[in-house]
């Protein structure tokens, strides 16, 4: 009686590691010398095995064989993805369901949370990223999102600050240390790849004007006709709370949603016909929502405002704040911005992303509404890295704006926004320099508002160096001052960006009126 003996020669086996990739190396003849490439296998990535030593094995990944350590592969693909903690990099509100609303309950950068499970649908076959893990703190389940969290506590404390300089001016009205706590003990840094969706394309140079939801819809005929611009901004949400088409989302966030929709211009049914009528034209549109400047939310959320130590409203700018502490707050403006994506946005900006200014002397009679003792910078970056988790799956770009004081400055203006901690999460990055914005003497200049190219060239310049310490920094885009300026100087502002190799430019214009484009029109 004979038997046969079954023989494999090619057993299969999964990469096993601490980060989404493991990193192997390929040696291949260039010009007759050896040269070491580095190549990235998704965790998880089922591969054969050629050879098998004791502490190694050769493997073979897209018909190339490379030299993996054993302890990097497992039979199975679950131990593969499975870890049994993780680790945050920064402050994170886990959620009680995939994708669901921000819970009250927080974990801690450097925290150590127990991993119940792990979804295969939830793993990227092209990354190696897992999507969601499935934890359990203080004996509930939650869900939290893999972005935000690293397999070991090395690795999410791991330092990727080294090249960001910061000034120390708010240790005087703080504390001594204040400043590198809240710039960059509490920020993420770990480098973001930005994202490039193929279904939505951004063009290589933004020329662009804003308008407002009215002349959007009402003026859009002039608008297309306009030379020299691919881009259109629309005022979507204003600094009064105002919501131009008829939300929804102000049903959940708002006990009286009319307060927000009364001025409503468009119905979501319209508001997407157009916007596909402006892109069929070949147009790039833009929603602008003003994030934490707005009356009608903070007065039907006192308790998620800006208040007295009584938790009376106070007015700030001439207007009552939102916090940006505020979770119900971030939730309202990205669910505004999601509903905005789906009617084919191509890109969701967010204005007023910060704190009111000029409120560091009167701290002690102010409450935020800090609940987790959250850093200004902090707050305004986890804000937006929400943002950015929650609207990505859309396959819509993510656009800040910020203050041109804070980049000159190199710290936060006591107002959440520093431009690297913004830099490294968003995709597109827009900080204000308008002329009539400097003082007399700015950057050496007598009148700035009367040398337009001076100006923008030396304020370019500090923003260049800024954002050369994150190393995949957000496109750079400029808002540059339209409103009581013409072509000329227009003209000279755009020059000034196009020599510091930042040629993408907004030009703001308030409500962009035919009569105002009109004016400065022969400057785009």
Known sequence: MFFTATVVLHPTRYIKCSTDTLTVYKTHLEDGEAVVEKVQIPKGTKVKIYEKKDKSSTIVYNSNKFTVDNKNLTKHFEDAIQTDYVYCRRLVNLREDKGGKLSKTIVKKGEKIKVLSIDKNDWDQETGKVKW???????????????????????????????????????????????????????????QKKQSYENNVMPDKVKAIHVSMNNFINNKEYIEKLKGINTVIVEVKNDEGAI???????????SDPDLAISNTVVSKKDLKKVIKEYKKKGFYCISRIV?????????????ESLTDKNNNLVIYNNQYWPSAYSRKAWM?????????????????QFDYVRFPDGTANSETKLNFHNTYHESKVSAVQGFLQYAKEELSPKSVYVAADIFAWPIVACDDQDIGQFLPAIANVVDVVSPMPYLDHFAAGSFGIAYPVQAPYDTLASFTKISNVQLKGIKYASKYRTWIQGYNMNAKKLKQQIKALKDNKYPDYMVWLVSGDENDIEKNKNGF
């Open 133 to 191: 893990y499935k934890v359990s703190k203080d004996n509930k389940p939650y869900y939290v999102s893999g972005e935000y969290v690293e397999t070991s506590k090395k690795l999410a404390l791991k330092n990727y600050a080294n090249n960001i300089s910061y000034s120390t001016y708010w240790d005087d009205y703080y504390k001594d240390g204040y400043s590198k706590d809240a710039y960059i003990s509490q920020v993420d840094y770990k480098p």
């Open 244 to 254: 131009f088409y008829d939300s929804d989302v102000c049903d959940t966030y708002l």
């Open 291 to 303: 994030a934490f400047k707005d009356p009608v939310f903070a007065q039907e959320n006192p308790k």
């Open 332 to 348: 309202y403006n990205v669910d505004i911005a999601k509903e905005c994506a789906d009617f084919g946005f191509n890109e969701i």
